[in-house]
């Protein structure tokens, strides 16, 4: 029994853990006591708890040490005392996989678990089941079936779940007790039943049709356990989405009639696997939302909570269909507990009107200091989905996010109330000068480096834009006073690039850098003098490439390549234009990167999916000359079906001059070998095919890869959209099913592929640039050409957009792709580098009218890239 403490133990510490100082040394020297005649049942059960207590702490038992307090306590079982017993069983299962020659009690458990004594055969059966390998498994299987179908639960119970637990290693042993596993199935007890269906589950869980099989069987009949119809209620829902089998299907009905079932947990697992299903509709979501309605009014808080945290997963995807419960997650609000008022709030949010937002944000913040941070990210997760619904909106819950943002909280909270805040400033132009002041005025205390720099980041991107950029320059400078290195380089680069887009403010700006080439830290004295240097020769395109846009290509790509450039010395001078580009600037993948102390040596950099193409092809002879690999698709592309007998896949690797189309081949017929395998191309333009490299075998289901390489057109360079006609062809060769081995020459054969497509997209590469305007000034109007189209079959601008960014595979520059509401004018702007490393710049200007008109205005540094870009959308 347990001695209550009084008040004087309390205050002396006699609550604390009395295992606290345990040494394993000790305790096994006490482990000895198991060899003392008579067996004190008492002192050997307190000593066997010390050792688990140790095992499940993570001391380290050697194998010696614990097979011989292993051998000695295998002597309790003498004793008959049924505390010891379980501790013994407990014991067994811990140090099984420790000590050696565990398998010496297998009679003593063998003979409990078929003795009379109940309350040994349950655990004897666990902990023999833990003990036994599969060779020595077969020596118990009689026992094992005898134990299934026992007719007292817990025995019962115990095998099912061993039997489960032993699939992992001895399938097809176990497979041979399924009909003593039915037998269990139908017991009336709840838990045995429970246990039956999860060993059929699993014996079967490969067969479709036999699980199937299995629910119609046990559905039909009704089961007597609420934990039996959870289980198929998931299994049915798995089955499902494997299948994606239409909603009118029997195993939906069944779900949906478990809404109805008299248990509270089946009623609810019902309604939770509906609300999970993908491609649910309103109607279909209709019962399960109705159940959930029901239970944010039940007396207990657990259903209240699974309910309205349910509700709050729908809300997310159709906030239509929840919106009948308004009035009942209303109620929940002032809920005593916490965790169910934060959830009713946010599901709230997702669903009311605009005019309750005010209402909502004031009950909120009375209740906010007292819940946890992780509930708190939830809490501003939703009003961020609520600032996209309700743009309008943006003051008040700008407002409040900056009340929390003062307040105390994690790093996590932190970072969800400044990603919100940055998606409102770059949602709705109107707050941004209010948003970047909350932002200013909260990296003056800001504990986290990530936050703060990504703070400067921004306030150097946007600042420079606003009507008064000048007030943002003291909490700048206050970072490079106050800060530490990481926080300081930040603010450098956040200096540099006011000064670069405001010549008024540049004296002051170069006054403050020429302060930090002073600086204590490498880093923050290189950004310094570099920015300084820049900006002293007062030239926008230097400004545009140097500071504002950066370098666009891969920070593990150009260290790669000026390794490769120094281990092979050569009078060129190294080119950036054969280094791969990168999809975020350079600047960016610095933040995002974690800086690496001197004590660390820096970790090896995976390689990219481009780098991994670019030396496969460089291995082939017949591509040596090609250069660097400009691009290569982002998804391969399927030119047969995937159930044919022969399927390929096509991936595009652009270079400067040519093109390599990468054929990987997969031949599922285990009666043939194809030999000498190449895919014959035929352009529609004037595209010359140069070579094919052939897969000189490709037996059953084993991938082989062929190449085409065609030259890009030199007559009309403009004409880079083409369809080619694809034909595989090979020799085939009967081979033995079985051995694989060919039996005869051959004949040769032919297939029809699928066309293959050739786009302007796969001459472009993707590019952000931050700042469009320097960009298109850098590029300058040399080669700018632009010209007006009608997009007859287009009816809206989001449409428009959207198509045009798909069509010439350029990156969408300073959100410009975000169509604002009720708007009949857009401006897209788009970025990118053609083939050759030249920079393409497109300005779209759209009008929608009956239709939609566009306006393309293309730069670049040379003609060619302008030229296709105006080809290609004519």
């Known amino acids: 029994m347990l001695k209550k403490l009084d008040k004087k133990d309390e205050e002396s510490g006699g609550g604390s853990n009395p295992f606290q100082h345990l040494e394993k040394s000790a305790v096994l020297q006490e482990a000895r006591v198991f060899n003392e005649t008579p067996i004190n049942p008492r002192k050997c059960a307190h000593i066997l708890t010390k050792i688990l207590y140790l095992i499940n702490q993570g001391e380290h038992l050697g194998t010696t040490e614990a097979t011989e307090a292993f051998f000695a306590m295998t002597k309790l079982f003498q004793s008959n005392d049924p505390t010891l017993r379980r501790m013994c069983y407990l014991t067994i299962k811990e140090m099984s996989c420790i000590a050696e020659d565990v398998i010496i009690v297998t009679s003593s458990l063998t003979k409990d678990m078929t003795g009379k004594e109940d309350n040994y055969r349950g655990p004897a059966v666990r902990a023999l089941c833990q003990i036994t390998d599969s060779t020595m498994l077969q020596a118990i299987e009689r026992y094992m079936k005898q134990a299934i179908v026992d007719k007292v639960p817990s025995v019962s119970s115990s095998a099912l779940v061993s039997s489960l637990h032993l699939l992992k290693c001895s399938f097809d042993v176990v497979k041979r007790w399924v009909n003593e596993a039915q037998e269990a199935a139908s017991s009336d007890n709840i838990m045995v039943q429970y246990h039956a269906l999860g060993l059929l589950y699993h014996v079967r869980r490969n067969d479709r049709l036999a699980v199937n099989k299995m629910i119609s069987k046990f559905t039909r009949h009704g089961l007597k356990s609420p934990f039996a119809y959870c289980m198929m209620i998931r299994v049915a829902s798995k089955q499902l989405e494997e299948e994606d089998i239409s909603r009118d299907s029997p195993l939906f009905d069944f779900i949906e009639s478990c809404l109805r079932n008299k248990h509270e947990m089946v009623v609810y697992e019902a309604a939770s696997a509906i609300v999970n299903l993908p491609g649910c509709s309103a109607k279909e979501l209709a019962p399960a939302v109705s159940v959930l309605q029901l239970f944010c009014s039940s007396p207990k808080a657990a259903l209240r909570y699974a309910a309205v945290r349910t509700l709050n997963k729908v809300a997310m995807k159709h906030p239509s269909a929840v919106t009948a419960c308004n009035l009942d997650l209303e109620n929940l609000v002032t809920d005593s507990n916490r965790s169910i008022a934060t959830l009713a709030i946010t599901t709230l949010l997702k669903t009311g009107s605009e005019s309750s937002i005010d209402r909502l944000m004031k009950q909120i913040s009375s209740f906010m200091s007292e819940i946890s941070d992780e509930f708190k990210v939830v809490v501003v997760q939703a009003i961020s989905a609520l600032c996209q619904k309700y743009p309008r909106k943006h003051a008040v819950l700008m407002n409040f996010l900056f009340t929390m943002l003062r307040e105390e909280g994690g790093f996590e909270y932190k970072r969800a109330i400044v990603d919100c805040i940055i998606s409102i400033i770059e ?370 601008l989001e449409e428009a957009v959207g198509n045009i960014v798909k069509f010439l595979g350029m990156h969408p520059c300073e959100r410009s792709d975000k169509v604002p509401d009720n708007k009949n004018t857009h401006t897209l702007l788009l970025a990118g580098v053609f083939r050759g490393g030249h920079d393409i710049l497109v300005r779209s200007r759209l009008l929608l009218l009956d239709t939609v008109t566009m306006q393309v205005t293309a730069r670049s540094s040379e003609e060619l890239p302008v030229d296709i870009i105006l080809a290609s959308v004519g």
């Open 427 to 796: 949602e709705n132009s109107e707050s941004k000068e209010t948003g970047l002041s909350h932002l200013c005025e909260f990296i003056e205390d800001c504990e986290f480096t990530v936050l703060a720099t990504r703070i400067l980041h921004l306030l150097g991107q946007e600042g420079p834009k606003t009507n008064n950029p000048s007030k943002y320059i003291r909490f700048i400078y206050n970072r490079v006073v106050l800060e530490h290195e990481e926080v300081r380089a930040g603010a450098v680069s956040a200096l540099a690039k006011f000064g670069a887009q405001n010549e008024e403010m540049l004296p002051s700006i170069l006054v403050l850098l020429k302060r930090c080439v002073m600086d204590d830290d490498n880093e923050v004295r290189d950004r310094a003098t570099f920015y300084l240097s820049v900006l002293e020769q007062k030239q926008k395109a230097l400004n545009a490439g140097y500071i504002l846009n950066g370098l666009t290509v891969s920070i593990p790509g150009l260290e790669r390549a000026l390794q490769q450039y120094t281990l092979e010395p050569s009078e060129k001078p190294f080119d950036l234009k054969s280094v791969p580009l990168a999809t975020t600037p350079i600047t960016e993948q610095r933040m995002e990167s974690t800086p690496i102390t001197a004590a660390k040596q820096p970790e090896k950099v995976a390689a990219t999916r481009q780098e991994i193409f670019q030396e496969q092809l460089a291995v082939v002879p017949e591509f040596r000359g090609l250069g660097p690999l400009f691009k290569s698709s982002p998804e391969p592309v399927a030119l047969t079906e995937s159930e044919t007998e022969y399927v390929i896949h096509c991936t595009k690797h652009t270079f400067t001059d040519h093109m390599v189309f990468q054929f990987d081949c997969m031949n599922t017929l285990n009666d043939q070998t194809l030999e000498n395998v190449t895919v014959q191309m035929e352009p529609t333009e004037a595209y010359e095919v140069l070579c094919y490299v052939p897969v000189r075998s490709l037996p059953y289901n084993q991938p082989g890869t062929c190449y085409t390489l065609v030259a890009l057109p030199k007559e009309d360079p403009t004409a880079v959209a083409c369809t080619f006609s694809c034909m595989m062809k090979f020799t085939v060769k009967d081979c033995d099913p079985t051995t694989g081995e060919t039996d005869d020459e051959g004949y040769e054969d032919e297939y029809v592929l699928e066309d293959l497509e050739i786009t302007i997209a796969d001459h472009i590469q993707k590019v952000i640039k931050l700042n469009f305007e320097a960009a298109w000034d850098e590029v300058g109007d040399e080669f700018e050409k632009e010209e007006t189209f009608t997009l007859s079959t287009t009816k809206t």
